[in-house]
T-cell receptor, first 112, second 111 residues
Framework: NAGVTQTPKFQVLKTGQSMTLQCAQD?????MSWYRQDPGMGLRLIHYSVGAGITDQGEVPNGYNVSRSTTEDFPLRLLSAAPSQTSVYFCASRSGNSYEQYFGPGTRLTVT | KNEVEQSPQNLTAQEGEFITINCSYS?????LHWLQQHPGGGIVSLFMLSSGKKKHGRLIATINIQEKHSSLHITASHPRDSAVYICAVMYSGGGADGLTFGKGTHLIIQP
């Protein structure tokens, strides 16, 4: 099992550009979530999904869109990147039978 | 807003010392996680607790549900334990998912 994978590892965007951060898991986990990590703020929940076709907002959803068309994939879309979205992004997943969390390796995004 | 408080924020100790990091939270939880992150690195899950105590090697985690408090202990600390330790909880109820995190404890173990 690859576990939770994220691509890309690093990305630099200009303000206003769009991009999609990819997250995939091969453990058949129902629950997936996206977090951003900022110095002094810790990790904060952006969006989460409790199954294919079902998503909801977390603490800091503004500027981000998500969809969950398959169990395996949970992409995070930035429609118009802003410098405030410079951060490290982590994806995580868990089974519906356990609260054990599995984290991806992260994507470091810089918006100039 | 449900919060997670960690203390201390920063901790520097000598090799071999016994380390304690504390975490408190505000309302009922389904589970509490202790995570480790090295500089520039990914997040490693150390423990998941819903009650009692767990031990893995030199690491021990305890939780007191009534007091809404958890501690992470490191015995015989070593420089390779230097990292950020993060407490995270999954609050119960409300139908939402996802974790709420403390801001982390920066631990430095000097040789």
């Amino acid at each position: 099992n690859a576990g939770v994978t994220q691509t890309p590892k690093f990305q630099v965007l200009k303000t206003g550009q769009s991009m999609t951060l990819q997250c995939a898991q091969d453990m058949n986990h129902e629950y997936m979530s996206w977090y951003r990590q900022d110095p002094g703020m810790g990790l904060r929940l952006i969006h989460y999904s409790v199954g294919a076709g079902i998503t909801d907002q977390g603490e800091v959803p503004n500027g981000y869109n998500v969809s969950r068309s398959t169990t395996e994939d949970f992409p995070l879309r930035l429609l118009s990147a802003a410098p405030s979205q410079t951060s490290v992004y982590f994806c995580a997943s868990r089974s519906g039978n356990s609260y054990e969390q599995y984290f991806g390796p992260g994507t470091r995004l810089t918006v100039t | 807003k449900n919060e997670v408080e960690q203390s201390p924020q920063n901790l520097t100790a000598q090799e071999g010392e016994f380390i304690t990091i504390n975490c408190s939270y505000s309302v009922g939880i389904s589970a509490l996680h202790w995570l480790q992150q090295h500089p520039g690195g990914g997040i490693v899950s150390l423990f998941m607790l819903s009650s009692g105590k767990k031990k893995h090697g030199r690491l021990i985690a305890t939780i007191n549900i009534q007091e809404k408090h958890s501690s992470l202990h490191i015995t015989a600390s070593h420089p390779r334990d230097s990292a950020v330790y993060i407490c995270a909880v999954m609050y119960s109820g409300g139908g939402a998912d996802g974790l709420t995190f403390g801001k982390g404890t920066h631990l430095i173990i000097q040789p």
